[in-house]
């Protein structure tokens, strides 16, 4: 079976500088991928090109078996995406940011399922996002992602500025989603999720591969966090200092 | 939001025909300024353009088309009902106007969503102004060109805009 993403030599340039170079990954179908980093490492750089937000300079990038690194517009109509959470309008309701990405309510409500209720959904539709606070605008942003019903989703860094309920409910939700045959890609700055609820993962340094998380990586780091924990940030360290 | 719309729309064709109803013993001319003033100023209320609407829809995969329709709802509703009751009302002088206007202002607000698409608030605020005020000078001198230089200016905006869709930087 095809992987349901394959990225070969992909590079990403920003303002005429490669961020991103020869990355290379596979992420199989029905499962949680994590990328981590240090900050500006290209994290975000790299996961808006998988969703067509930003074109990729160099490299293959293959979606269900099907090469769209030229094609940016199919890669994003291939991804739900979660936009930043910084760039929803003021002016719009929580109702019509989803509305605008998915469709009537209704269907998006349907198309979210479980993540309606773990996001505390309900009484933010009505809520104007100027009124929002930055956790309630994270939550509307990561439904955003959901609403159009897409079986591949990317996040960047979901879990940013929820409270500890929120983020409990919001990873026992994903992981179900996944269970139940959705594909996700998420940034994490989060080692302990990284290690506790991902299937594999990546970590990227200076825009390069420092260094790729399997399964069997995971479930060592699940039975030794801080020995994982110890290590990733050495990693990480090391790589910023050359 | 659509019935909201809506409503705004009937209720600014009624303002506006309550205010004109004293104006109809003025002269023509007097009649067609005060027509002009009036639809300007209610079209201004149900134009209003955000940024950050435009750039948020552009980056969720709207394209131009999609997006103009949202905003010019609103106006084009007015339209419809203002122009229909004040034809038999005021007659086609005082309709023809009104038609005028809210096609002028649809031109706007279709100029500034492209532009918002392209550019942010504040440099796109300038290309607009100077972009409509090149098309004031053009169907002054040269009236006849005027849908040339016009869609010119706007398919280029729109071709432009298109390769701005989804993209997030």
Not at chain 1, 167 to 194: C, K, P, Q, S, Y
Request: glycine share 10%; aromatic share 6%.
């Amino acid at each position: 079976m095809n992987p349901a993403v394959d990225l070969a030599g992909a590079a990403v340039e920003r303002s005429g500088q490669h961020v991103v170079q020869d990355v290379d990954l596979t992420i199989s179908r029905e499962s949680w991928f994590g990328l981590i980093s240090a900050n500006g490492s290209g994290k975000t750089s790299l996961l808006r090109a998988l969703a067509g937000r930003l074109p990729f300079a160099g490299g293959s990038c293959r979606v269900d078996g099907e090469e769209l690194a030229g094609d940016r517009v199919g890669r994003a109509l291939r991804f739900g995406f979660s936009p930043p959470a910084d760039k929803l309008p003021d002016a719009l309701s929580g109702c019509d940011v989803l509305e605008l990405v998915g469709g009537s309510i209704d269907d998006v409500r349907s198309r979210l399922g479980k993540l309606h209720e773990a996001l505390g959904l309900a009484p933010l539709l009505d809520r104007w996002i100027g009124d929002c606070s930055a956790g309630m605008r994270q939550r509307i942003a990561v439904a955003a992602a959901f609403a159009g019903g897409h079986p591949l989703v990317i996040l960047d860094e979901p879990f940013n500025w929820l409270d500890p309920v929120a983020i409990f409910d919001l990873r026992e939700a994903l992981r179900d989603m996944v269970a139940g045959g959705l594909t996700l890609i998420t940034a994490l700055h989060d080692l302990g999720t990284l290690a506790s609820a991902c299937d594999a993962g990546l970590m990227l340094a200076d825009g390069k591969v420092a260094l790729a998380l399997d399964e069997d990586i995971l479930r060592a780091a699940v039975q030794s966090p801080q020995a994982f924990e110890r290590q990733t940030i050495d990693r990480l360290r090391s790589r910023s200092a050359t | 939001m659509v019935r909201s719309g809506l409503n705004r729309s009937v209720a600014a064709a009624t303002v506006l025909l309550l205010a004109l109803l004293p104006a109809r013993t003025l002269g023509t001319n007097a009649l067609m300024a005060v027509v002009g003033i009036g639809t300007v100023l209610l079209a201004l209320i149900l134009t209003s353009v955000d940024d950050a609407i435009v750039r948020f829809m552009t980056i969720a995969g709207h394209g131009s088309r999609h997006i103009i329709a949202r905003h010019i709802r609103g106006l084009a509703s007015f339209l419809a009902v203002a122009v229909s009751a004040y034809w038999v009302m005021l007659g086609p002088i005082v309709a023809g106007i009104v038609a005028a206007v809210c096609a002028a202002m649809m031109l706007l607000v279709s100029l500034r969503v492209l532009v918002y698409r392209l550019h942010a608030k504040r440099f796109a605020d300038l290309l607009v102004s100077i972009l409509a005020g090149l098309l004031m000078l053009v169907a002054y001198s040269m009236p006849v060109v005027l849908p040339v230089i016009a869609l010119a200016m706007f398919w280029q905006l729109q071709r432009r805009g298109r390769a701005k869709t989804w993209l997030l930087t």
